[in-house]
């Protein structure tokens, strides 16, 4: 059964940095790529990042690149988004899923399942 467990959100202000983790169930991380979507109060779950299960290619929004970097731990078979210079805008429950990691429009969640997410709230 596969499962994820997101955590490390907060309440920070702008500027400030995080590290989301995502540790995951039922699968180990050779298997299939992990990505990371939010969604914001009101808007619908956007794809963020991803990270390719073969060759540690990834793929990240344009909202967020160069500030959030997403990696990967096989041996605690986690994965993480680091996020660094953080926006009001970004402030969202942050989930992470097994993901089709090729499209160039962003991640696609494999198997429609989710976790908890976990929030992330930037404020002044």
């Known amino acids: 059964q596969v499962r994820v467990v997101e955590s490390g959100g907060g309440s920070v202000q702008p500027g400030s940095s995080l590290r989301l983790s995502c540790l995951v169930s039922?699968?180990?991380?050779?298997?299939?790529?992990i990505g990371w979507f939010r969604r914001a109060p009101g808007q619908e779950r956007e794809g963020v990042s991803c990270?390719?299960?073969?060759?540690?290619?990834?793929y990240y929004a344009d909202s967020v690149k160069g500030r959030f970097t997403i990696s990967r731990d096989d041996r605690k078979n986690t994965v993480y988004l680091q996020m660094n210079t953080l926006k009001p805008e970004d402030t969202a429950d942050y989930y992470c899923a097994a993901v089709d990691c090729s499209t160039v429009t962003g991640p696609v969640n494999l198997f429609n399942s989710w976790g908890r997410g976990t929030q992330v709230t930037v404020f002044s």
């Open positions: 990270i390719s299960n073969i060759d540690d290619s990834t």
């Open positions: 039922g699968f180990t991380l050779d298997y299939y790529p």
